[in-house]
């Protein structure tokens, strides 16, 4: 069976050096927002470049925590997409914020500029925008168009670690940007984990408060805040991989060559790169009219292909008829019955790869 996903595969390629830090964190006895999270916060904004890295719980905990270092709350309005993870509305509605969607660019499956102008009221606050499958939103434009009304701009990097836009990496744009180490990430934990980065030290500062009850010195509360640290487990498998990540996203590009060179002159629809972006390849999202069918057909002959995202957010039943939205959501609603995405790590063989272009080339012919 070829999986979608593989993380025990990533776990493998690095076997040897995660059990040793994992090791090293057990004898050290110290497991909670020490060393290795304070080392792994350095290394990942030095990776990013970015100033300051606080690592958090969760990539929807990041969310949420940015959101109340803005002071969001009810009587504000975000604007993000309807095409993304449940995490993105939950995190804004955790805040009682009001989520304003919008729809997607047809090209890229990121966030449309034009119709973010024309969700703006007087009570919006913040965008989001969600550098979804490893591709960069028109991030520029967005800050753009936020600066313009006063608007603050948190990036959604969950999908995107180690891709850029013109020669700057994702997560350097926005007031705060929040990324997921969830582990079919690219950058993916043996667990959960978030981080928050920015540039701003009053922000982060208000950040690091939030993440740990509002804790200045010890059990003393400056602020009201909660529970969500990135331990220290985590954050030393995540040190050991970060060092390869470089790797891994090319290893992801070279196999999404494969498929473009492989699907090119078949029926379906290719992911394309935004223009002076690099693309990372978090997934690989075709589009093909008969969907359901040839994801069956490839289960059929043992590969596992993914949907990201079969229902959008505002047809989804926790959410139908109760979140607005300001604009057609055309292009949202016709791709959730389009999109397939076909296995992508770095650990998957050409071999295999080339097996799943013929499979796709075979099943197109006969379904």
């Known amino acids: 069976m070829i999986l979608s996903a593989n993380p025990l595969a990533q776990y493998k390629s690095y076997e040897k050096d995660i059990n040793k830090a994992v090791l090293n964190v057990l004898k050290k006895g110290s497991y909670i927002l020490g060393d290795e999270v304070v080392k792994f916060e350095k290394e990942f904004s030095k990776y990013i470049g970015s100033n300051y890295s606080i690592g958090v719980g969760s990539g929807t905990a990041a969310i949420f925590i940015a959101l109340k270092a803005l002071n969001v709350g009810p009587s504000d309005e975000v604007i993000t997409v309807s095409h993304t993870a449940a995490a993105t509305i939950a995190a804004i509605e955790m805040t009682g914020a009001k989520p304003i969607l919008i729809d997607i660019e047809p090209e890229y499956f990121t966030i449309e500029p034009e119709q973010i ?47 850029t836009f013109n020669g700057n990496k994702l997560g350097t744009f926005g007031d705060l940007s929040c990324f997921s180490f969830y582990p079919t990430k690219n950058l993916g934990a043996i667990g959960d984990g978030g981080m928050i980065v920015s540039d701003n030290i009053e922000l982060m500062h208000k950040v690091k408060l939030l993440r740990e009850y509002g804790w200045g010195k010890h059990f003393v509360s400056e602020i009201p805040g909660w529970n969500s640290r990135l331990d220290e487990i985590q954050a030393a498998i995540l040190r050991i991989k970060l060092r390869y990540l470089d790797k891994d996203n090319k290893a992801r590009q070279n196999i999404a060559h494969i498929y473009d060179n492989g699907l090119k002159n078949t ?23 008969k969907r359901d069918k040839l994801q069956l057909w490839l289960k059929e002959n043992k590969v596992l292909a993914g949907i990201h995202y079969p229902v959008p957010i505002h047809l989804q039943p926790a959410y139908e008829d109760r979140l607005e939205n300001r604009c057609s959501l055309n292009i949202t609603e016709k791709y959730c019955g389009e999109i397939l995405s076909l296995p992508i790590y770095p650990e998957l063989s050409k071999n295999d790869t080339n097996t799943i272009i013929e499979l796709i080339q075979k099943g197109i012919s006969i379904i």
Request: proline share 3%; with cysteine.
């Open 117 to 163: 102008l024309s969700a703006i009221t007087k009570n919006t606050k913040v965008i989001i925008p969600v550098h979804i499958y490893g591709q960069a939103s028109n991030i520029e434009k967005i800050m753009t168009i936020a600066k313009g009304h006063n608007i603050y701009v948190i990036e959604d990097c969950a999908q995107s670690h180690g891709a």
């Open 267 to 289: 029926e379906v629809t290719l992911p394309i790169t935004r223009k002076n972006a690099s693309h990372v390849y978090h997934l690989y999202v075709i589009r093909y009219k």
